[in-house]
């Protein structure tokens, strides 16, 4: 967890093939794809069209990144 990512709000508006969802973020209304990070996929969170996530971009590339947290 390195101090150089950034980590945003947004909502998982649809789901993609290969395990990516498209993420609209709260602050922006920017739609990007994100996939599940590790942890979650070991842990087997859920997530569902609906759920507010937290993800997490590294800063070569902000259309892209991986959710790191479903808020309850």
């Known amino acids: 967890m390195a101090g150089d990512h950034l980590e945003l709000e947004g909502v998982v508006v649809g789901?993609?093939?290969?395990?990516?969802?498209?993420?609209?973020?709260?602050?922006?209304?920017?739609?990007?794809l994100a996939k599940l990070s590790g942890r979650m996929r070991e842990k087997r969170i859920r997530v569902i069209l609906g759920d507010?996530?937290?993800v997490r971009f590294s800063p070569y590339d902000l259309e892209r990144g991986q959710i790191i947290y479903r808020n309850r």
């Open 52 to 54: 507010s996530v937290r």
């Open 15 to 32: 789901e993609e093939a290969g395990g990516h969802f498209r993420v609209t973020m709260t602050d922006t209304d920017k739609s990007v």
